[in-house]
């Protein structure tokens, strides 16, 4: 049997694990002959590069960040004739199958993919932990501690010169890793794009802090945070007008803005910091390592059973398979309960 494995979207801590463990149990267990697709849908849009994967080729890349078979956010489905030109590189190759490791982007296409019948499972992956079906997805632990460390130095100097600190991190539409790491890095304020930004309140709050004597604050704001305009609309902040291959606009400068905002209507001296792909980078933590194992083995299983049309995803403490429809049902997004733990220490 010949099983293709990709990496769409953004690359994540603990791509290469579920490569590795796809790999192993592939080639071990199964006696499967397992290929790399190269830069993701585009390797099965253009011919790209498509190569065996050995144990050799895998063996030591468990704890090595990004992805041994690179990224691109490509859409078939926006392409001339896509599935067509998927459809005829996967007979070319004589793949039995295909498992697709992405987000909400990437796992959309393979649920279309499969409902016109090619062989597809699905892994899902985001640090922004925001698909659907699943608990939690790899790369979201990394991203929340490397978040929570950074927030841990910012408030040592913030503290230091008496400043209010922002640090943005990442989070579109779901500020999970916000919250998160804001509860874990004891942020003053946590700011996220499920509930729009009233920035007269957050001046407010960072006053009253100044009154009683706490004068410097540290503010975690997702880049997806909306601020409330004239009309009552919350409206995030893009970078520029620009849509890549699934319509999405490159967000970015939140933190920015409102730390303007905020020196201008208080007087207090206002720092930002952007995280951006910081927290994309490095090593996978333990958990994620782990995890991302987890869902590799759990995959290939998948394929070897052909339960295709699905993908794996974390309940409790279980990996069990989904239908792939449930990663576009909606995205997952921070509840009103979990945010009022937060709020508690807002202020």
Known sequence: MNVGVLTGGGDCPGLNAVIRAITYKGINHYNYNIYGIYEGWKGLLNG???????????????????????????NPFNIKDGLKKVRKNIEKYRFDAVIAVGGEDTLGVAAKLSQAGVHIVGVPKTIDND??????????DTAV????????????????????????VMGRHAGWIAVKSGIAGGAHMILVPEYPVDIDKVVTSIVKRHARGEEFSVIVVAEGVKLLNEKGRGVAMAQDNKK??????????????????????????????ILGHIQ????????????????????????????????????????????????????????????????????
Do not use: W
Not at 152 to 161: G, Q
Not at 317 to 343: G, Q
């Open 244 to 273: 890549d291959a699934f319509g999405h606009v490159r967000l970015g400068g939140i933190a920015y803005a409102l730390s303007l905002a905020i020196e201008e209507r208080t007087g207090f001296e206002c720092r930002n910091v």
């Open 48 to 74: 790209g590069r498509v190569a065996p994967l050995t144990i050799e080729d895998v063996h030591e890349i468990l704890g090595r960040g990004g992805t041994i078979l690179k990224t691109s956010r490509t």
């Open 145 to 168: 501690q490397i978040a929570t460390d950074a927030i841990d130095r910012v408030r040592s100097t913030a503290e230091a010169h008496n400043r209010v600190v922002l640090v943005e």
């Open 280 to 347: 994309r980078g490095g090593t996978p933590t333990a958990y994620d390592r782990v995890l991302s194992t987890r869902y590799g083995i759990r995959a290939i299983e998948l394929v070897h059973k052909k339960q295709y049309g699905k993908m794996t995803a974390l309940r409790g403490n279980k990996i069990v398979a989904t239908p792939l429809v449930d990663a576009m049902k909606n995205v997952k997004t921070v509840d009103k309960e979990f945010y009022k733990i937060a709020e508690v220490f807002f202020g």
């Open 131 to 140: 698909v659907s079906g699943t608990d939690q997805t790899f790369g979201f």
